[in-house]
């Protein structure tokens, strides 16, 4: 690993290392926007970058200057003598011209960084319009939990949706500039206060008790978009990833077909009914749904197609496909995640059998 690499990863976070559900670092940049409001974000960033800084070279440099150059009281200054040493040099009042200048540019500057701000403000903050046929907009409702993120798929393209799934959110690429496709959050919470982040799609935006806010983004590429809960909730606050993926519009249509199906139906005389039955019968279902079955708990995340997730628990565990961490999750997620809000239930022998058999059935 290159001291950089190590430099970005000790930065980034541990936590964000793991959103990969793999090894390698993730791209969470500010300064690679893939979507519209990053991009203003960025260029804001930078013009106020550019403008402190250079305030910055000025103000040290002839700082630096006058320390270097006048460290010695210079022969000659004054009356030249050695009891002038200490002596102030002329002192000059009530210059007119530099006075203008060192209001007049201080203001200008700020006129310049209020505007464009103001600016930067309005592209960034969009009310959701009332979804319309054809709009090629996604509209979905996040519901930020301790500590995991529920999504509700309110609209797209005008159709109604209103299925719920958790932690990995997807949505489409818009690739056609002259048909842009844009996803419209509407963010609420259920608990505590959280701050939705997704660097390279925009800038930060709150989740906050009795108070509804939007965001927008418009992402322009393909590929796994990574974040994290930008504001301190709790114990497990760290493990809040946050996992978008956006896929071609053709593989969106398809994801949310199958996304927004019930769970497949278990015949009474196939080999799942019995692991099924086992499973409605636990305390489970108070917590969590599966559509299509007398599970219909609100409180956990939705289980309905759980093994086409890539993440469990926030995208804190990989979800692999022996389900390897699912049972550890299973069998204590507070070892996992300590403090999280699912409490362990020492499931063992078939009860605990049937139970990820059923569960690892729901792809
Ligand atoms: C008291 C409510 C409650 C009960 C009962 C409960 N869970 Fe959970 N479960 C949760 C919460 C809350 C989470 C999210 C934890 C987190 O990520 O912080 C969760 C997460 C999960 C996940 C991971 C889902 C994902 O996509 O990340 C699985 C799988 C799961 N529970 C299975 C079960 C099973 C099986 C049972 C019954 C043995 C059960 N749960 C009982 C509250 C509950
Ligand atoms: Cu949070």
Known sequence: MSRFATIRSVVMGSPLFLAAAGSQTQNLSMFDPASPPAESIKNLTILVFAISGFI?????????????????????????????????????????????????????????????TAR??????????????????????????????????DHYNGEPLGFTTANELHVPVSDD??????????????????????????????????????MWFQP????????????????QHANMLLRVVVDTPQDFDEWLKYEGS???????DGELYQPQKTFLSQS?????????????GTYGPDLTHLMSRKTLASGMIENDAEGKNLTDWVNNPQ????????????LTGRERDDVLRYLKSLK
């Open 56 to 116: 910055f070279v000025v103000v040290e440099g002839v700082l630096i200057y006058c320390v270097v150059r006048f460290r010695h009281p210079r022969p000659g200054a004054g009356a030249g003598s050695q009891s002038n040493a200490g002596a102030e040099p002329p002192q000059v009042y009530g210059s007119k011209s530099i006075e203008i200048a060192w209001t007049a540019a201080p203001a200008l500057i700020v006129a310049v960084l209020t505007l464009v």
């Open 220 to 235: 322009d590429r393909t590929g796994l978009y990574v974040g994290q809960c930008a504001e301190f909730c709790g114990t």
């Open 262 to 268: 019930n769970a497949a139906a278990v015949p009474t």
């Open 335 to 346: 070892k996992i995640k300590p403090g999280c809000l699912m409490p362990p239930f020492g």
């Open 284 to 296: 489970c279902v108070n917590c969590h749904a599966i559509r299509g079955t007398t599970a219909k």
């Open 177 to 214: 500039p002259k048909n842009p496709r844009r996803v419209y959050l509407t963010l609420k919470t259920a608990d505590v206060c959280h701050s939705f982040w997704v660097p390279r799609l925009a800038g930060k935006t709150d989740l906050i008790a009795g108070k509804t806010n939007h």
């Open 120 to 153: 930067t403000l309005w592209e960034v903050n969009v009310d959701p319009p009332e979804p319309k046929k054809d709009d090629n907009a996604l509209h979905i409702t996040v519901i930020g939990r301790q500590w995991w993120w529920e999504y509700r798929y």
